[in-house]
Nanobody
C-alpha cells in the first residue's frame, strides 16, 4: 500500500518561493505508468491541479501556473518536490501530493496547509 506524506513550511511570505516535498513509501516513484502530482485547494474553492512529474521524469504543468511552477524528484530518497515562485496570498491553500494513473488519482497524502502572508 503506497503512502504519501507532504512536508514543508506552513507560512510563506509574499514574493517568496513555496517549496513542498512529498515522501513516498510502499512504492517507487520510478514505477511505470504513475504520475506524481501536486494538487491544491484554496479556502472555499475546489481542487486545482498544479502539475506532475512522471515515472519517465517528464513534467507537465497547469498552463495557469506553468510560469511559476517546477516539480523535481530525488529517486534516492523516493521524494518529489514542488516549487512555486513569486507567491501571493491567492496561493494560500491546502496542498496535496498524489499518485495518479491515466484514469484516476488513486492515492493521496493527507494535505498540508500553506498560508502566504507577511
Amino acid at each position: 500500500q503506497v503512502q504519501l506524506q507532504e512536508s514543508g513550511p506552513g507560512l510563506v511570505k509574499p514574493s517568496q518561493t513555496l517549496s513542498l516535498t512529498c515522501t513516498v513509501s510502499g512504492g517507487s516513484i520510478t514505477t511505470n505508468y504513475y504520475y506524481w502530482s501536486w494538487i491544491r485547494q484554496p479556502p472555499g474553492k475546489g481542487l486545482e491541479w498544479i502539475g506532475y512529474i512522471a515515472y519517465t521524469d517528464n513534467t507537465y504543468y497547469s498552463p495557469s501556473l506553468k510560469s511559476r511552477t517546477s516539480i523535481s524528484r530525488d529517486t534516492s530518497k523516493n521524494q518529489f518536490t514542488l516549487q512555486l515562485s513569486s507567491v501571493t496570498p491567492e496561493d494560500t491553500a491546502v496542498y496535496y501530493c498524489a499518485r495518479a494513473t491515466l484514469s484516476d488519482f488513486g492515492s493521496w497524502g493527507q494535505g498540508t496547509q500553506v498560508t502566504v502572508s507577511s
